[in-house]
């Protein structure tokens, strides 16, 4: 009777686990899926929004999202080979890891599974495509502007990132340092650490206060994560800190922080539309999986009314897909992008 009892429980307990992660289509066999960083992260929901829209909008039901427990490579890892048992065509991955997926995208690949990114990168021979939110350069040169701008061209600043291996947070941030190292018009701005928060509110947010109780002259953090910039946002206005912020943000995480006053921690941040990269995600997996497109720069294919051209990312053979340029959000817009996402 208790062998009994310990397999339901363990069949039980399997049943929530799944349905924690998962979110799908309506149709029967699964030939789409979308792996995003972690579940409870606004910004993924936002971006399996998108790619169910798209899906939806194209009257596919065979399509699965999948947000894993924890934003660990390990977590992302077991989602994938639970996929690739299930024999899915294509899989959309949010990484993070940039190496440690390797070899079990390798599999997948083997077994005839078009693998696609979005938001954060891997090893570029592990995938076919690269869904890119916006370039790497002009993000970086968005950020270290708005850090020269925040702090009067002058004095410390911090980085406030999300895991050290996220492929995304640190190609922005080598942009950042690349440019400011380039041009004399930086050459005030001190960079005191790279500090990082693994994506997780609580450690952003001793990480924040960390940095405050550090450096006593810093002027300006700034943080290329949605969760990060949502922390020490919050750590700074209700510190009534001189310290300011700028970053990436959701708009509606954001709002009660923005403004060019005492009383706001951020005078201004960038994003662009997460739900906008989800259907591009769809959308480019179609195209990949009907044979559209094969991974080649050069290549086009559409989504809904918009043609997108896969272009060689820098320095490698490579694609990637450009959503498009990083938008600015002040006090001017904030209200208004707020009610969208």
Not at 22 to 36: K, M, P, R
Not at 223 to 233: D, E, N, Q, S
Not at 319 to 339: T, V
């Amino acid at each position: 009777m208790k062998k009994i009892l310990a397999l339901v429980l363990v069949a039980v307990m399997a049943v929530a686990i799944f349905a924690s992660c998962t979110q799908s289509g309506t149709g029967g066999g699964v030939e789409y899926a979308l792996v995003t960083k972690a579940a409870g992260n606004a910004y993924n929901e936002k971006e399996a929004e998108g790619f169910k829209a798209a899906m939806d909008a194209q009257g596919i039901t065979s399509y699965v999202i999948k947000h894993p427990e924890k934003a660990t490579v390990d977590a992302q890892i077991q989602v994938i080979n639970s996929l690739i048992a299930q024999g899915v065509k294509s899989i959309a991955i949010a990484a993070n890891d940039a190496n440690a997926l390797s070899a079990t995208l390798k599999s997948a690949k083997a077994k005839g599974i078009k693998i696609l990114t979005l938001d954060s990168d891997v090893a570029v021979a592990d995938r076919l495509t690269f869904c890119n939110q916006a370039g790497v350069q002009e993000v970086g040169q968005a950020l270290i502007d708005a850090v020269y701008d925040i702090a009067g061209g002058e004095g410390d600043y911090a980085i406030l990132s999300a895991t050290s291996q996220a492929t995304n947070q640190n190609a922005w941030i080598d942009a950042m340092k690349k440019i400011a190292a380039a041009d004399s018009k930086y050459s005030k701005l001190n960079l005191v650490e790279v500090a990082y928060g693994d994506d997780e509110p609580q450690k952003s947010t001793d990480q924040t206060q960390a940095l405050l109780t550090k450096y006593q002259n810093l002027k300006v953090i700034c943080a290329p994560t949605t969760v990060g910039v949502a922390a020490a946002a919050k750590v700074l206005q209700d510190k009534k800190s001189s310290v300011k912020l700028t970053g990436l943000g959701l708009p509606s995480e954001m709002a009660a922080y923005i403004g060019d006053d005492a009383d706001h921690s951020c005078p201004y941040m960038f994003l662009w539309n997460p739900i906008d990269l989800g259907k591009l995600a769809a959308y480019a997996s179609i195209a990949l999986v009907k044979g559209e497109i094969d991974g080649t720069a050069g290549g086009t294919f559409k989504a809904g009314e918009t043609t997108y051209k896969l272009t060689t990312v820098e320095g490698t053979n490579a694609s990637e897909i450009i959503l498009g340029p990083p938008f600015k959000f002040d006090p001017s817009n904030i209200a208004e992008w707020k009610k969208v996402y």
